[in-house]
Structures are given as C-alpha cells and as structure tokens.
C-alpha cells in the first residue's frame, strides 16, 4: 500500500493542511475504484468500517486499484464537527470548491482535482454524525452497484448541489453513497455492516 499527500493549504500555525490517500494496487487489472470517509468530520463509524477493510486486504487477490481517503476533512474529523471549524462551512456542500474561496472551498478544490480523475468508481460513506441515526443507500446513476451494498432501504432522492457525489456523477463516474450509522448507536453493528456493505459492492464491481 502507498501513501501520497494532497496538499491543500497551510494554516495560521504554519502547519500544512493535507489530505492522506492510501492507494492498493492489486495483483490482476481491474476497475479503479475510490473509497471515501469523513466528509463530515462527526460521522466516525465509516471511518473505522474503511480501516478494518484496509487492514484485511491481500493485493495478490485484488483485481484492479483502490484509492482510499479515510478522512476526507481533517480538521473537521480533529473536532469531530459536522463542519470545518475554521470557516463553518459544510465541505459537502461546496464541491467542486475554489482555490480562492473559504478553506473549506480550498480543501474541497484540491480534493477533486487530485482524487477524481481516473477513477471508475465512487464509494462515499456517511452515517447520521452526532445526533441522528441513519440506515440507507442512495441511488446515483448506478442502481445495481446500490442494491449490491446490501442495505434494507434504498434511495432515490433528488440530490444536493455542491456534494462530492454529485460532481462524481456529472464526470460519468459510477457512484454510490451511503448513509449508515450515527448517534453513537450501535457503533459495532454500522461499523461491520458498512464493512460488509463495501466488501459487496467491491465483489460486484470484480
């Protein structure tokens, strides 16, 4: 597995603001797909889902790449907030960003000029953040990979301007996101069927 660094801006402290992509290239060709969490710094379950999926994968078995972001806002995961601290705006609201905008439109900027490109597919996990607990799939442009996650409920809804889903879909990327967990409720039963959830779609996809 390789890392590589986004590099987005750098704070007041002087420190650098990056976005760490773990990348798994497997042992046969196949689809490149991307796998995301922590858009929203307070949904904590697919954080864990993502690392105990990682930590159980044998590239010599993997048809194709996966290109892995845990944690897609650090410095909203760092305060555990819905929004990034710093300007108070919604990242997945802002995509696809601006290089001059608020530092949430920087980060979000960055995030799509250098994650996207080259990828066939699109796996953003989300789940309720602090207060709310949720359990369902989204259905993008894609409704077979959707349905492969395995969730009891799916959801065709009319989507939100400015997520890193809808700009997904708008470059022709097959794209699925979902919504399970939250509240601090059941954090092991999220954690393991959002997990599974992945492993389903990704056995889908080849």
Avoid: C
Avoid at 20 to 42: F, L, N, Q, R, Y
Avoid at 69 to 77: H, K, R
Avoid at 171 to 186: M, Q, S
């Amino acid at each position: 597995m390789s890392l590589r660094w986004i590099e987005v801006a750098t704070l007041s402290t002087g420190l650098p603001l990056q976005i760490a992509v773990h990348e798994i290239t497997g042992a046969a060709p196949g689809p490149t797909v991307g796998i995301t969490a922590s858009v929203h710094g307070d949904e904590l379950a697919p954080v864990e889902a993502v690392r105990q999926l990682v930590a159980s994968i044998d590239p010599a078995e993997l048809r194709g790449t996966l290109r892995i972001v845990p944690v897609v806002n650090p410095l909203a995961f760092q305060s555990q907030t819905r929004h990034t601290p710093q300007d108070m705006q919604n990242l997945n609201r802002v995509f696809p960003g601006d290089p001059d905008g608020w530092l949430t439109e920087q980060l979000a900027g960055a995030f799509v000029r250098e994650f996207l490109p080259g990828l066939d597919v699109l796996l953003d996990l989300h789940a309720g953040g602090v207060l709310p607990t949720v359990d369902y799939t989204y259905i993008d442009n894609d409704e077979a990979l959707s349905t492969a996650f395995g969730t009891k409920v799916l959801y065709r809804g009319p989507g939100y301007p400015g997520t890193l889903s809808a700009v997904a879909v708008e470059r022709g990327i097959r794209t699925v996101v979902t919504e399970l967990g939250g509240g601090l409720v059941r954090d092991e039963y999220y954690i393991n069927i959002t997990e599974w959830g992945l492993r389903n779609a990704l056995r889908h996809l080849g």
